[in-house]
């Protein structure tokens, strides 16, 4: 069970260029999440996902795009990439929560990737 | 006002020493309170989990919930080495959709 995966670890991309961050987890959770975090500013969500073909905005979704085709991938993509996306970007995942169910908010999260535009 | 505040000032006590962590809310709807560890280069993981007031032992670790406050508290005691990391605090409504609101962090460094 590896939990929650992401790559690559580190990136450098060039002002304008592209990428997708992969997110992958094996733990069947229905809702996944994309962080970001900067230096002494905590984590800041930027999209999640509720179940597969369902996304939604978070606080910071300017700049990037997500898609959710299947339970275990939540990838994150950066179109015309910008020095103010410099950060660490971390996946989590969990199940959803009810007070029934026993399951908590808890979320998994990933290690990360590190990525800096210049 | 943001809805979770942490102060995100660095913190170094020696080996053994207490460590005092704490966070202040302003959403009175939140019921589930959590302590995330993030230690260098890594994602946080899930340190303590507790629902409305009262206290959480687990180990070396409490965690205190005093809702009429709005106040939250992680102790560390016969703190250690490994205990040098990030201190996330964070807290959620459960009212299904998981969101959860994040404090920025408290960096601890113990030192030996």
């Known amino acids: 069970n590896a939990g929650v995966t992401q790559t690559p670890k580190f990136r450098i991309l060039k002002i304008g260029q592209s990428m997708t961050l992969q997110c992958t987890q094996d733990?069947?959770?229905?809702?996944m999440y994309w962080y970001r975090q900067d230096p002494g500013m905590g984590l800041k969500l930027i999209y999640y996902s509720v179940g597969a073909g369902i996304t939604d905005k978070g606080e910071v979704p300017n700049g990037y795009n997500v898609s959710r085709s299947t339970t275990e991938d939540f990838p994150l993509r950066l179109e015309l990439a910008a020095p103010s996306q410099t950060s660490v970007y971390f996946c989590?995942?969990?199940?959803?929560?009810?007070?029934?169910?026993?399951?908590?908010?808890?979320?998994?999260f990933g290690p990360g990737t590190r990525l800096t535009v210049l | 006002q943001k809805e979770v505040e942490q102060d995100p000032g660095p913190l170094s006590v020696p080996e053994g020493a207490i460590v005092s962590l704490n966070c202040t809310y302003s959403n009175s709807a939140f019921q589930y309170f959590m302590w995330y560890r993030q230690y260098s280069r890594k994602g946080p993981e899930l340190l303590m989990y507790t629902y409305s007031s009262g206290n959480k032992e687990d180990g070396r670790f409490t965690a205190q919930v005093d809702k009429s406050s709005k106040y939250i508290s992680l102790f560390i005691r016969d703190s250690q080495p490994s205990d040098s990391a990030t201190y996330l605090c964070a807290m959620s409504v459960g009212d299904g959709n998981n969101r959860l609101a994040f404090g920025k962090g408290n960096q601890v460094v113990v030192i030996p």
């Open positions: 733990m069947n959770h229905n809702y």
């Open positions: 989590a995942s969990s199940y959803p929560f009810t007070r029934t169910s026993g399951s908590t908010d808890t979320q998994y």
